[in-house]
């Protein structure tokens, strides 16, 4: 399984555009690019996913260059509810018999 | 409320003493995960399985873990003899097959088990 690397923690301030990147060298082919976002006391919630280009939803959007060997979850103007941990995780979509591992994620600690 | 439910959310024990959780998926999810979390950490895998059939098993998962799908729908997680180290919380997690989707894991709640 392709490992990831992400930073531990990262501040912000209510209202700033949130950019966490993602490193992924081992990539493969078929994997496919995922982020979750976890509350505590909460089990993880999917954000979003990609395998190229740039994807966009209601929550954030997924950068992911041409050599995908990194990727960068942007949440734009965030609140206070936004305070969460923050995982990539780098598999096939239908994962099957290797199971999604996580990281130690990202520490996102949004102040006003 | 369709989603993972897991019960029971909270469980302290004594050393020794066994525990068993539940969880209850999505009904249409074939797929059903067990995970251990201790803080400050991510999620690790325990076990999976894909309708009743255990298909995968982490090391973390010793010998006093054992994990069922009887019929392919609610799980139970066992450990028995517990240990303080086993102190953690135990997320249940839920998925269905195919090729097309996300491969997203809805999770439940989660079980917190502290071992005094």
């Known amino acids: 399984l392709a490992k990831t690397t992400q930073p531990i923690s990262m501040d912000s301030y209510e209202g700033q555009e949130v950019n966490i990147t993602c490193s992924h060298n081992n990539i493969a082919t078929n994997d496919y690019i995922t982020w979750y976002q976890q509350f505590p006391s909460q089990g993880p919630r999917f954000i979003i996913q990609?395998?190229?280009t740039k994807v966009t939803n209601e929550v954030a959007s997924l950068f992911i260059p041409a050599d995908r060997k990194s990727s960068t979850l942007s949440l734009p103007r965030v609140s206070l509810s936004d305070t969460a941990v923050y995982y990539c995780l780098v598999a096939p979509r239908d994962t099957g018999r290797r199971a999604l591992t996580f990281g130690s994620g990202t520490r996102l600690q949004v102040q006003p | 409320d369709t989603g993972v439910s897991q019960n029971p959310r909270h469980k302290i024990t004594k050393r020794g003493q066994n525990v068993t959780f539940r969880c209850d998926p999505i009904s249409e999810h074939n797929r059903l995960y067990w995970y251990r979390q201790t803080l400050g950490q991510g999620p690790e895998f325990l076990t999976y399985?894909?309708?009743?059939?255990?298909?995968?098993k982490s090391r973390l998962l010793s010998d006093r873990f054992s994990a069922e799908r009887p019929k392919g729908s609610f799980s139970t997680l066992e450990i028995q003899r517990t240990e303080q180290g086993d102190s953690a919380m135990y997320l249940c997690a839920s998925s269905r097959s195919g090729a097309t989707g996300t491969g997203e894991l809805f999770f439940g709640e989660g079980s917190r088990l502290t071992v005094l």
């Open positions: 990609g395998y190229k």
């Open positions: 399985f894909q309708n009743e059939a255990q298909l995968e």
